[in-house]
């Protein structure tokens, strides 16, 4: 009877499909990391989108945690909807464990606030996305959605290239992401420094493909029956060869190609008038955070001057300032619309040391004619008082001269002349926080400031009494102001951007400059003054009459700024550090280089634009996020959880129902050495039958053939005896001895619990396939008890 059951054993190996074998599983590993490399290849473009590299990890752990995951799944057989379930689950975990921690439950459960929140900051990074051009600070709401899409895009990669066996469509996919990122920033290193490692990545998940056909159909058989399985592994180098061998040339050649590195033939972007360019306050952060400490530009002026890039002018409903847009026009010989020469003009000459690729023309106040690099045509936007190049840019070396012209307001003429009525320039959405209009009100009545100048002075003044901090409250957005406003402590972007909403409160029309201080004067040229990313700088200019006037609200330490006073409306001299003898001035000048290095790590230090609602959780930044994910107690919280869930599956895979008549206790004898085998990474295939695994298992031991035959009575005979299930007990015992034997006590408790959670896990799974098929046989007996 147990004969006729059995399969034939002759020929049993060949028969044996080839998946289960070390092999197979070796292949889908390698196919797994091969995958994983394509993924981390699509997200290195996303460098040229944030500003320092607080990104990387956050983003690669978002794209190798669902390979990973769904390596487990695959593995432990989990259906494919059960595996998207978890996918979400492991998303919503990882997203609120690096992003909102104040969100979770006990530190490690998400809840829903997290979901509630995640909207939130979805949005608001939505808003923020139309305003802010990158390179961006990497903020949370903008990491939330960046993790987001590598996530799912990760699992769409993963699904595409091991589930349904598309590769082609794998890579596509992952292009896709790559291309995201230099889409928004086309600019940036050598573009083969990106793509080699896509195109090297695309190329072994195409080669993955003759391995993966390898472990799926088995060896090829000649007519003599001889498995021939050393024939793939040549073709594979042969393919590897030839795609490093396309990608060398591809790079070679490429650059010697006609039309390489060109300009377009036809930009779509020369059809408007509005000159697009990054958003200053993003480039101020930019710069500040740099660890050049160089020369950007050197300036010959009899006296310091602020050089402003441009000015914003707007503060939209996503409580950022940001330019409404440059729209220049051609200069008439040089001549600057509206440029008016006054008794008090000078001529400021700038040579551009470390500017390359700039948009914006720095520039002094009041120019009144501009002369530019020969061959560039210089033009002007009236509106924000904004020079260009055209669809030139600045570029190392060149030189150009402005003719400014100090204002002809005197103070006693400033106090008297009324702020014209300018909508644009007052508007102010409407959620400002109250507390703003409040204090500038406050202001103005314990100063008795009853003109609109002497308004804006004592709003200056007043900022100016605050601190200047490393560690500022972040942004300038609404709950940031108020915090701002509460604790009194910031630097320069907090200090303009604040001081101009609260002009505009008073109805006072006012805007943000941006641009650099004056720098530092050479020892011997009093004229000569170099400027370096450490003086990029904001302040407030408010419009009187026809003339903005610049004020200064940020008490920067290092006295490199142009105060006007109620005797001076353009002060010709800054706010030095006081050094009365050589060593003083020693002093000064080491004050002044850690004063430099203070504005830098502020800004390093700053969370742009929290959202309304949302407090500190919104407003941390890549640092901060990367701390998290390097966390000991996050480390140490998450270490516990997975072993907890291990320990709950081993207990789970050791429970058994009580053997009681001898088949039970045989078939319980069988699963205990099967858990020792798939321990050893040798499970039970569902194709082989009971004698065939047990023989493989333990290389044809007499042991092996005695619990063999005893698992057949106990699966097919009649009866069984108790001598069947004590031979079975001995013959199991001695089993896991000689499958244990020779290895440390360590090995074999891996071994032993290996197996259990592989045992808890398939039951687990039976409970979770059989539970649909239950509710279908209550819903059909509900049907037939109706009828």
């Given amino acids: 009877m147990t004969t006729l059951l059995e399969r034939p054993q002759q020929n049993r190996r060949v028969q044996a499909r080839p998946a289960r074998s070390r092999r197979g599983r070796s292949g889908r590993l390698a196919a797994t990391l091969r995958v994983a490399a394509l993924i981390v290849a699509a997200i290195l473009p996303f460098g040229r989108v944030f500003v320092t590299g607080g990104w990387f990890m956050p983003l690669v752990l978002a794209g190798l945690l669902p390979v990973a995951l769904s390596h487990l799944t695959r593995r432990l057989r989990i259906p494919w909807w059960a595996a998207l379930g978890l996918q979400a689950l492991a998303w919503l975990w990882y997203v609120a464990l690096t992003l909102l921690p104040s969100t979770l439950w006990a530190g490690v459960v998400p809840t829903a606030a997290t979901a509630r929140l995640a909207a939130q900051a979805t949005i608001i990074a939505a808003q923020r996305i139309a305003?802010?051009?990158?390179?961006?600070?990497?903020?949370?709401?903008?990491?939330?959605?960046?993790?987001?899409?590598?996530?799912?895009?990760?699992?769409?990669?993963?699904?595409?290239?091991?589930?349904?066996?598309?590769?082609?469509?794998?890579?596509?996919?992952?292009?896709?992401?790559?291309?995201?990122?230099?889409?928004?920033?086309?600019?940036?290193?050598?573009?083969?420094?990106?793509?080699?490692?896509?195109?090297?990545?695309?190329?072994?998940?195409?080669?993955?493909?003759?391995?993966?056909?390898?472990?799926?159909?088995?060896?090829?058989?000649?007519?003599?029956?001889?498995?021939?399985?050393?024939?793939?592994?040549?073709?594979?180098?042969?393919?590897?060869?030839?795609?490093?061998?396309?990608?060398?040339?591809?790079?070679?050649?490429?650059?010697?190609?006609?039309?390489?590195?060109?300009?377009?033939?036809?930009?779509?972007?020369?059809?408007?008038?509005?000159?697009?360019?990054?958003?200053?306050?993003?480039?101020?952060?930019?710069?500040?955070?740099?660890?050049?400490?160089?020369?950007?530009?050197?300036?010959?002026?009899?006296?310091?001057?602020?050089?402003?890039?441009?000015?914003?002018?707007?503060?939209?409903?996503t409580e950022a300032w940001e330019s409404s847009g440059i729209q220049p026009v051609p200069l008439d010989n040089g001549f600057v619309p509206g440029g008016r020469f006054t008794n008090r003009s000078a001529t400021v000459r700038v040579d551009v040391v470390d500017l390359a690729d700039g948009v914006l023309v720095p520039a002094p106040t009041g120019a009144v004619r501009f002369e530019g690099p020969r061959g560039v045509s210089p033009r002007y936007d009236p509106r924000t008082s904004t020079f260009t190049f055209g669809d030139d840019r600045l570029q190392t070396g060149q030189r150009y001269s402005v003719v400014a012209s100090a204002t002809q307001l005197d103070p006693d003429v400033a106090a008297a002349v009324d702020t014209p009525a300018a909508p644009r320039l007052t508007s102010l959405p409407d959620q400002v926080p109250p507390e703003v209009g409040e204090l500038a009100r406050s202001i103005v009545d314990d100063a008795d400031a009853n003109t609109p100048f002497l308004q804006a002075l004592a709003i200056q003044n007043e900022l100016r009494t605050w601190d200047y901090s490393l560690q500022p409250p972040a942004g300038h957005s609404g709950i940031a102001m108020r915090t701002f406003l509460e604790q009194r402590v910031g630097y320069c972007e907090q200090f303009a951007g604040t001081m101009a909403v609260m002009l505009r409160t008073l109805?006072?029309?006012?805007?943000?400059?941006?641009?650099?201080?004056?720098?530092?004067?050479?020892?011997?040229?009093?004229?000569?003054?170099?400027?370096?990313?450490?003086?990029?700088?904001?302040?407030?200019?408010?419009?009187?009459?026809?003339?903005?006037?610049?004020?200064?609200?940020?008490?920067?330490?290092?006295?490199?700024?142009?105060?006007?006073?109620?005797?001076?409306?353009?002060?010709?001299?800054?706010?030095?550090?006081?050094?009365?003898?050589?060593?003083?001035?020693?002093?000064?000048?080491?004050?002044?280089?850690?004063?430099?290095?203070d504005e830098r790590q502020a800004l390093q230090n700053r969370a742009d634009q929290i959202a309304p609602g949302a407090g500190a959780v919104l407003g941390a930044g890549a640092?901060?996020?990367?701390?998290?994910?390097?966390?000991?107690?996050?480390?140490?919280?998450?270490?516990?959880?997975?072993?907890?869930?291990?320990?709950?599956?081993?207990?789970?895979?050791?429970?058994?129902?009580?053997?009681?008549?001898?088949?039970?206790?045989?078939?319980?004898?069988?699963?205990?050495?099967?858990?020792?085998?798939?321990?050893?990474?040798?499970?039970?295939?569902?194709?082989?039958?009971?004698?065939?695994?047990?023989?493989?298992?333990?290389r044809d031991s007499s042991h092996g053939a005695e619990l063999a035959s005893a698992v057949s009575a106990a699966r097919y005979a009649p009866a069984v005896t108790d001598q069947v299930a004590i031979r079975a007990e001995r013959a199991g015992a001695a089993l896991t001895a000689e499958l244990l034997d020779g290895r440390a006590s360590w090995q074999r408790l891996i071994i032993r619990l290996r197996g259990d959670a592989a045992a808890g896990w398939r039951r687990v799974r039976t409970l979770l396939r059989s539970a649909p098929s239950a509710q279908r046989s209550s819903s059909s007996r509900r049907r037939r008890s109706w009828k």
């Fill in 131 to 317: 305003v802010l051009p990158a390179p961006v600070y990497p903020e949370v709401p903008l990491l939330l959605l960046a993790i987001s899409g590598v996530w799912w895009v990760a699992v769409s990669i993963d699904i595409l290239a091991l589930r349904l066996d598309a590769p082609g469509k794998a890579i596509i996919c992952a292009t896709t992401i790559w291309v995201v990122p230099l889409a928004i920033v086309p600019s940036g290193d050598a573009p083969w420094l990106l793509a080699a490692p896509l195109l090297l990545a695309s190329a072994a998940v195409m080669l993955a493909r003759a391995q993966q056909d390898f472990v799926q159909w088995g060896p090829v058989a000649t007519p003599g029956d001889q498995p021939q399985t050393r024939r793939t592994r040549p073709r594979q180098h042969v393919g590897a060869l030839l795609s490093i061998g396309a990608l060398v040339v591809g790079v070679v050649v490429a650059g010697v190609l006609p039309g390489f590195g060109d300009p377009p033939w036809y930009e779509l972007r020369a059809n408007s008038a509005t000159t697009l360019t990054d958003n200053p306050i993003v480039q101020l952060r930019t710069n500040l955070v740099a660890s050049d400490t160089g020369p950007v530009l050197r300036v010959r002026s009899s006296t310091p001057v602020y050089l402003r890039s441009t000015a914003l002018d707007q503060y939209s409903g």
């Fill in 507 to 597: 109805g006072i029309p006012s805007r943000v400059a941006v641009g650099f201080t004056p720098g530092t004067v050479d020892d011997d040229d009093p004229t000569l003054w170099t400027v370096t990313w450490a003086n990029a700088h904001a302040w407030v200019e408010v419009k009187f009459g026809g003339d903005w006037i610049a004020f200064e609200p940020t008490p920067r330490s290092d006295g490199n700024v142009l105060v006007p006073s109620v005797n001076n409306i353009a002060p010709v001299r800054t706010i030095q550090t006081p050094a009365s003898t050589a060593a003083g001035a020693s002093a000064a000048t080491s004050d002044e280089q850690f004063n430099i290095f």
């Fill in 623 to 698: 640092s901060e996020v990367s701390r998290r994910l390097t966390d000991p107690v996050v480390i140490t919280t998450t270490a516990l959880l997975l072993l907890t869930a291990l320990l709950a599956l081993v207990q789970l895979g050791r429970r058994s129902a009580g053997a009681t008549t001898p088949a039970e206790r045989v078939l319980a004898v069988r699963e205990r050495v099967g858990r020792i085998g798939h321990g050893l990474g040798e499970p039970a295939p569902a194709w082989e039958t009971d004698r065939e695994y047990l023989s493989r298992l333990t």
